[in-house]
């Protein structure tokens, strides 16, 4: 219940503490049976799936960056950038670039 929440919300913004509220059970226990069953926690489990989300709309559309951090949920582009950053090691605007610089080449 859990995941299908994530993949329908995401881009609303929501948290684990939502998310555990949904599925009715406490965000520790929510976090526990992630652990388990994925070996990740929620929190990186939810940041993971909205970067791929936002790798995934860089390169396959020309939303401005501002329109894909929002669209993933986030409501402000430098925390998004940032986080982005973190998971791929390059900027938003450097990795739909670095795409389509693959793509031209034939890579």
């Known amino acids: 219940m859990a995941l299908e929440y994530i993949n329908d919300n995401y881009s609303r913004g929501i948290g684990v503490t939502e998310i555990a509220d949904h599925v009715g059970i406490t965000r520790s226990h929510l976090n526990h049976l992630f652990q388990q069953e994925l070996n990740i926690s929620i929190q990186n489990y939810l940041m993971d ?47 739909r670039t670095y795409s389509d610089e693959l793509e031209t080449r034939g890579g």
Do not use: C, H, W
């Open 49 to 95: 799936f909205r970067m791929y989300k936002a790798a995934n709309l860089l390169v396959s559309s020309s939303m401005p960056v501002k329109e894909v951090s929002v669209s993933v949920g986030y409501r402000d582009q430098l925390v998004f950038s940032k986080a982005f950053k973190k998971k791929f090691g390059i900027s938003p605007t450097s990795y």
